[in-house]
Every structure is written in C-alpha cells, then in structure tokens.
C-alpha cells in the first residue's frame, strides 16, 4: 500500500477548527503551534492504537473492538474523555443502526439481483465490519494484513 | 435520517483518514467500526485538551496567544502529554547549542 506522508497527517482545516473552538475567543495560534497540534494528534492516534492492539491482543482477538478503546484511554490517564467517549458512541450507534436498516434492505435486493456471497473472514464483528464497507469512501475490505 | 444527520455531527474528523493512520500501526489486523469512531472522537477531545493546557499553562497567556513552545512546555512538564516530547522538543537558541557542543569537545578531549 503506498501511502504519500501526507496522508498519515490530519486535514489542516478541521484541527484549526477544533483548536479555536476550544481556546477562548480571539486567541491567536500561531501556524507552528497548528502544525505541531496536528503532528501531535497523529502521533496520539498511534499510541491509542497501540495501546488498545495490546488489549485485544490480551483478549487473544484479532479486531480491535470499542472496549480496547476505552481501555486504552485510561490507561494513557486520559480518563476524562471516557464520560464524552460513552455519550458520543451512544449518538453515533443510534445513527448507524438507521443506516444498517437502510443498507441492508439494500443488500437484500442486490443478493437476489446477482447472487453473491458478501461473507467476510474475520468470525467476529462480522456486523460492523459490512458496515464498514457501507462508508461514504470506498475503502478495501477489512481482511487486509500487509501494512 | 435525522438520526444519521445527528451521529456524523458528533465528529469532524473524517474517519477514513483516521482508519488510514491506524492500519500503519504493526500488529494490527483489523479494526471494528466502534473503535475506529471512538478513536476519531478521542482525538478531537485530545487536540481541545493539549491545546487548551498548553494555553493555559503556557507564557501565551498574557500575550492571548498560543505559541510552540507552550506545547513543548506542556509536553515536557506533564505527564499525561510526556509521550509528545520527542515530536514536540523544545527549542534552544543556536550560540547555547554550540556553547554546549564546545563543552562537550572538551571534555572528550580530556580522555
């Protein structure tokens, strides 16, 4: 998979809105200071995975579930986000399940259309990983290992 | 519908770009969706708390700035952002650079 660097940064645009929605008004940010936030968020979505990797690792899974997320936050002493993680997951199933319904009535009409089998590998989270394939991007499937 | 509407309104940073940052990790075979929208989420509230502590805690505030070295600062004096260090160094004038490299030379000279 060839990945250009810049696609393991976050988009500019939305961290400067994220850092300016949560500094009081009218603080200036300096664009290194941008710069650095950016690289830091990306170094902090490595870590978490790391950290929640071992954590599946442990349960002897292969797919990184929600729980090693949470778990993975507490560890790095990040308990704060726990409480807005939970509430922000709550929203954001209650929006899928709309979507699951949608999509699969979809499938449905699709199976008879040509008949074929959209079983994927992993014996877990067989669910959530159709929907991920249901995402606004077309993305591969989730059975690839090769980084 | 609307409830679709309100989940992607939780969260601005694109997932996929998110999942792409992830999969470069080694060991990692595959993610559930879940995690991957939790993990953008944590992100968002991460860059609120490191920017908003550095800020804090940071020689910026009288100035109503936010400026590198309150993120070296906060990195460097709290433990929570201690892993950020590395990326976020702090940043030395050149001549106590070279002072210290002088300092070196002489003591190695001395063996």
């Known amino acids: 998979m060839a990945e250009k660097p810049e696609d393991l940064n976050l988009p500019n645009a939305v961290i400067t809105r994220i850092i300016k929605e949560a500094l009081p008004d009218g603080v200036n940010v300096s664009k290194e200071a941008r710069r650095a936030i950016s690289q830091a968020a990306s170094v902090f979505v490595l870590y978490a995975t790391s950290c929640a990797n071992n954590f599946a690792l442990k349960a002897k899974r292969k797919t990184l579930n929600a729980g090693d997320v949470m778990a993975a936050m507490e560890e790095m002493e990040f308990e704060r986000f726990l409480e807005p993680l939970r509430a922000a997951l709550e929203v954001y199933k209650k929006g899928q399940k709309g979507k699951k319904e949608v999509s699969e009535q979809k499938r449905k009409e699709k199976k008879q259309a040509d008949g074929e089998h959209e079983k994927n590998k992993e014996d877990e989270e067989g669910e959530d990983e159709e929907e991920q394939r249901m995402e606004e991007e077309p993305e591969e499937g989730e059975e690839e290992v090769e980084n | ?111």
């Not at chain 2, 595959?30 to 805690?57: C, G, P, R, Y």
């Not at chain 2, 100035?63 to 976020?88: G, Q, V």
């Open chain 2, 1 to 111: 519908l609307s409830g679709e509407n309100l989940a992607k309104k939780t969260i601005s940073l694109p997932i996929s770009r998110v999942r792409l940052i992830m999969k470069s990790s080694p060991d990692v075979s595959s993610i559930n969706q879940d995690a991957l929208f939790l993990t953008t989420k944590a992100t968002e509230l991460f860059v609120q708390h490191l920017a908003l502590s550095s800020f804090n805690n940071g020689c910026g505030k009288e100035t109503n700035s936010l400026s590198y070295s309150d993120l070296a600062k906060t990195a460097e004096e709290s433990e929570t952002f201690h892993f950020l260090t590395d990326i976020l160094p702090k940043k030395i004038l050149a001549r106590d650079y070279l002072k210290s490299l002088e300092q070196m030379q002489e003591e190695d000279a001395d063996f």
